[in-house]
């Protein structure tokens, strides 16, 4: 069945370092790829998407790059801060679809 | 704008009681679809309502059910709560028909049934 695996789990960096979380999918068909950031105690808010027409989107210190040919596609986070530290997860869907797919998320600890 | 608005935020039930789940879409968003997230399992759909139709149910048993009103606002209910229906319930609202997967979800309603 569809599927999107995301590593890694967790993730650890220093403040001010870079992180990267990255998912594979397996529904080719899939053309939309959107990034959940879940605090805690809260839930998943979209930070920031692509689409499969467009290669790399960057918003401030965040961007999403995307290989369709390889079904990859990451997130990159620069100058982490500690209020950066959250759930991640990644998902995949199809436009006009219901379907999103999920991966199961990467918990980032960025540290003082 | 104000976001998804879900209620109520914290409950905790007893098993074989019901729940009902109430959330309010964005402003001017006709979708909303409910998820289910535990540790274990992560985010699991629910359901998803547009114009107060049903259109898709996920893999979960008749004890879950929802119903979307004519202004678009959602409601979903748990019947004979069991222990491993503790989780915190998300509801989303997707902007058209054309996006309806992109989703904007509330901050959840955390159910403990003990």
């Known amino acids: 069945g569809e599927n999107v695996e995301q590593h890694p789990s967790t993730l650890s960096v220093q403040e001010g370092d870079s992180a990267v979380i990255k998912c594979t999918y397996s529904?080719?068909?899939?053309?939309?790829f959107p990034w959940y950031k879940q605090e805690l105690g809260k839930g998943p808010q979209l930070i920031i998407d692509i689409r499969s027409n467009v290669g790399e989107k960057k918003d401030q210190r965040i961007a999403v790059t995307l290989n369709k040919t390889a079904k990859h596609f990451s997130l990159h986070i620069t100058e982490t801060q500690p209020e950066d530290s959250a759930v991640y997860f990644c998902a995949a869907s199809r436009d006009g679809g219901f379907k999103t797919i999920f991966g199961a998320g990467t918990r980032l600890f960025v540290k003082a | 704008k104000a976001g998804v608005t879900q209620t109520p935020r914290y409950l905790i039930k007893t098993r074989g009681q019901q729940v009902t789940l109430s959330c309010s879409p964005i402003s001017g968003h006709r979708s909303v679809s409910w998820y289910q997230q535990t540790p274990g399992q992560g985010l699991q759909f629910l359901f998803e309502?547009?114009?107060?139709?049903?259109?898709n149910k996920g893999n979960f048993p008749g004890r879950f059910s929802g119903r979307q009103f004519s202004n678009s606002r959602s409601e979903m209910n748990v019947s004979t709560l069991e222990l491993g229906d503790s989780a915190l319930y998300l509801c989303?609202?997707?902007?058209?028909?054309?996006?309806?997967?992109?989703?904007?979800f509330g901050e959840g309603s955390w159910l403990t049934v003990v």
């Open positions: 309502y547009f114009s107060e139709t049903q259109r």
């Open positions: 529904d080719s068909a899939s053309n939309y």
């Open positions: 989303a609202s997707s902007p058209s028909e054309a996006r309806r997967n992109t989703i904007y």
